[in-house]
């Protein structure tokens, strides 16, 4: 591909364009019902899913810009055709410019259960364990179905790059669960030693200094 001279102009266009764009770039033409679906079966696993709402909101910016193309296709069944998108030629090198030119952004990490055991002095030990073996549950879960999906996307040459993706996310939520697993055998040290800090002082008061009797 040949290099261009121009800077880079993302248009405005927000991660989650770059994203819905990103879906149509495999060269499938796809219907908003069906990008929904590839990025529930991908995206989510690193990303994010974007709800139906934005994906066809993305589609409708991206068509403005002419990265992207669309035509009613009619049904069988008698209903309103639907409409399929595909990515345009300028779609393609703008996408390529964005993945090789943006600048190189810190991931944004939003962890909702690290925020609450941040906050663990707040409620009791129960409360925090609960919310330990949900967060445990949930992470070997998203393990297997990553490991499932990279294992489905290496029978596609052209997925390579998906199943390198994919096999991160594994790593990542393999480590979410070993960290909760940590957590739960700690909960009861950390909680120990958080009352016994709070302790008041002694009936007695502290000691006082003072000038040793004869």
């Known amino acids: 591909m040949t290099e261009s001279t121009t800077p880079f102009d993302p248009a405005g266009l927000p991660p989650t364009s770059w994203a819905v764009l990103g879906l149509l770039s495999f060269g499938e033409e796809l219907s908003g019902y069906d990008l929904k679906k590839w990025a529930d079966a991908s995206l989510h696993f690193f990303y994010w899913s ?24 009619s049904q069988d069944d008698g ?44 409620t009791e030990p129960e409360q925090l364990r609960d919310i330990l073996e949900q967060h445990r549950a949930y992470a070997e879960k998203m393990t297997h179905r990553a490991r499932a999906t990279a294992e489905g996307s290496a029978k596609e040459p052209s997925w390579a790059y998906t199943e390198l993706v994919l096999r991160w996310s594994e790593k990542y939520y393999e480590a979410e669960r070993e960290f909760a697993e940590s957590a739960l055998r700690d909960l009861d040290e950390v909680a120990a030693t958080v009352r016994a800090a709070e302790e008041p002082a ?3 008061g502290p000691r006082r200094r003072g000038k040793k009797a004869d």
């Open 50 to 73: 974007p709800s139906a709402s934005q994906v066809y909101g993305e589609l409708k910016r991206l068509e403005k810009h002419g990265y992207v193309t669309s035509r009613t296709v």
């Open 79 to 122: 209903v309103r055709g639907k409409r399929m998108y595909s990515i345009t030629p300028s779609g393609k090198e703008a996408a390529a410019r964005w993945v090789s030119e943006a600048p190189v952004e810190p991931p944004v990490l939003k962890h909702g259960v690290m925020l609450r055991l941040w906050l663990g002095h707040m």
């Open 202 to 204: 002694s009936a007695s």
